[in-house]
């Protein structure tokens, strides 16, 4: 059973940083064997990708709004996937959903919504002064 968690989001003034946190509360396996992902979705706007790191760690990927200030990580023993954010801006408030590849074969972390089946509730992050 996976069971997919979020946490660290809140309220940050512009230019300040959050670290959002994933476990896996089920099996634990989703981290060591799987690609994962950042999403976000803001209310009226349909959920994108933010970033996407693979199974090992040694491949991650960017969407071009956030390249430069966000990082994603994973620690496999730890099973934790982070996202670090840097010089937030008002544009980055959205609610952010951790996801887990839907294919344990591949090797590169994947942009698109369908390629992934298993989502945490996400966490709010909200970037206001």
């Known amino acids: 059973q996976v069971q997919l968690v979020e946490s660290g989001g809140g309220l940050v003034q512009p230019g300040g940083s959050l670290s959002l946190a994933c476990t896996d509360s089920?099996?634990?396996?989703?981290?060591?064997?799987?690609?994962m992902a950042w999403f976000r979705q803001s209310p009226g706007k349909e959920r994108e990708f933010v970033a996407g790191?693979?199974?090992?760690?040694?491949?991650?990927i960017y969407a071009d709004s956030v390249k430069g200030r966000f990082t994603i990580s994973k620690d496999n023993a730890r099973s934790i996937l982070t996202l670090r954010m840097d010089s937030l801006k008002p544009e980055d408030t959205a609610r952010y959903y951790c996801?887990?590849?839907?294919?344990?074969?591949?090797?590169?972390?994947?942009?698109?919504?369908?390629?992934?089946?298993?989502w945490g509730q996400g966490t709010q992050v909200t970037v206001s002064s």
């Open positions: 996801a887990r590849d839907r294919d344990k074969s591949r090797s590169i972390p994947q942009r698109v919504e369908y390629e992934y089946d298993y």
């Open positions: 089920g099996s634990g396996r989703s981290f060591t064997t799987y690609n």
């Open positions: 790191i693979s199974w090992n760690g040694g491949r991650t």
